[in-house]
């Protein structure tokens, strides 16, 4: 099963994925937590995306795409994966689709987290709160000002692939506001709709 997961920051994409992981057995590709990855261990990637994500703002559709296109070769992925903050412009859109069709492999859908705005905030800082409470690193694009503009980002060049998405008979959205394990429950009754 290959799929995504659609939605703005602090939507809880990441925290529904880890339960995909442990349900399915498929792994979670979140493209943050590669760069991320990249930015601690200084790497050339790591070097160029570093400003980039402290301000909030997109790294380069080409970096992004090679980091998927060699994650998505490795052996974990050949039963299927959880795309997890991307893709993230119609560009990347465009990419995995040709990424996924040269593999001979297709989407089985896409899930929107349908969220309210105005309750994300909350969450981010709630997030970043947590981490520090627990004695962990605390993410530097976690605070309320970096969030606007990820906001930003998200509306201008992430929103559109709905669309792109509802077009071509993939999207399913589900309620992200509902509690957690509400939310697990309905993405669980889509994935039971698609074929594994
Ligand atoms: P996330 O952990 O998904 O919130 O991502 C953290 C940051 O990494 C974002 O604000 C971007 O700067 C960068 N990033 C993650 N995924 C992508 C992507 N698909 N395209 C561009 N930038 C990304």
Redesign the pocket.
């Known amino acids: 099963m290959r799929l995504i997961l659609l939605g703005p920051?602090g939507a809880g994409k990441g925290t529904q994925a880890q339960r995909l992981v442990e349900k399915h057995g498929i792994p979670q590709l979140?493209?943050?937590?590669m760069?991320r990855a990249a930015v601690k261990a200084e790497t050339e990637v790591g070097k160029r995306?570093k400003a980039?994500?402290d301000a909030?703002?997109?790294?380069s559709d080409e970096i992004?795409n090679a980091i998927v296109a060699e994650r998505i070769d490795q052996d974990d992925c050949a039963g299927g994966f959880i795309l997890?903050?991307?893709?993230?412009?119609l560009a990347?859109a465009d990419a995995v689709a040709d990424m996924l069709a040269e593999r001979g492999m297709h989407l089985d859908t896409v899930i929107e987290l349908v969220v309210d705005d105005k309750a994300l905030v909350g969450r981010i800082l709630k997030r970043a709160e947590e981490a520090k409470a627990a004695g962990q690193p605390v993410r530097k694009?976690d605070n309320a000002e970096i969030f606007d503009e990820?906001l930003r980002?998200y509306y201008k060049k992430t929103a559109p692939l709905i669309g792109y998405y509802y077009a071509n008979d993939l999207l399913q959205q589900v309620d992200g506001m509902a509690p957690m394990d509400e939310v697990t429950a309905q993405i669980e009754a889509v994935l039971a709709t698609v074929a594994s």
Request: proline content about 8%; overall charge negative.
């Open positions: 920051p979140s493209t943050g937590d760069l995306a980039v994500m909030g703002e997109l790294v992004v997890d903050g991307y893709p993230r412009t990347q694009d990820r980002e």
